[in-house]
């Protein structure tokens, strides 16, 4: 016949031990009080928000760089026969072969195939100022 032990005592009759500190769980009226962990899953929510905004925002801001190195790869490989000055605004027109030239003289004064109008920054880049079309 087994020996009878109370309630609260944590007895492993498979080993014949007592074995109340390996459980992972409580195992008497003292321990602390078990309940699941609540999981908060708004936290992550957020956290997809600001990862997908940021990646709209880094898309368009790669988007625009692209645009602009196109413009000024566009403007630094066409003809001009004087030096640009920095903050000065510059206009850019298109020949029938496809070619680029800049020009000082603003696209009321002459019928050509009229491009866009530009301003050279300081560090070198060229701002468009008016793009008509594109």
């Known amino acids: 016949m087994k020996k009878k032990r109370p309630d609260n005592i944590v007895y492993n009759e498979k080993t014949d ?71 000065k605004i510059y206009h850019l027109y298109q020949r029938k072969d496809q070619s680029y030239w800049l ?3 603003s696209p009321k004064n002459w019928n050509k195939k009229y491009i866009g109008s530009f301003k050279l920054l300081t560090n070198g880049k060229w701002e468009q100022i008016y793009d008509e079309g594109r």
């Open 17 to 87: 031990t007592y074995d109340a500190s390996k459980h992972s769980f409580p195992t008497n009226v003292g321990s602390q009080n078990f309940e699941p962990i609540k999981l908060d899953n708004s936290s992550s929510i957020h956290a997809s928000n600001y990862f997908e905004s940021k990646f709209k925002e880094l898309k368009e801001s790669y988007q625009q760089l692209l645009k602009e190195y196109k413009w000024n790869k566009v403007i630094y490989e066409s003809e001009y026969s004087f030096q640009p000055i920095s903050g």
């Open 103 to 105: 020009s000082i003289i």
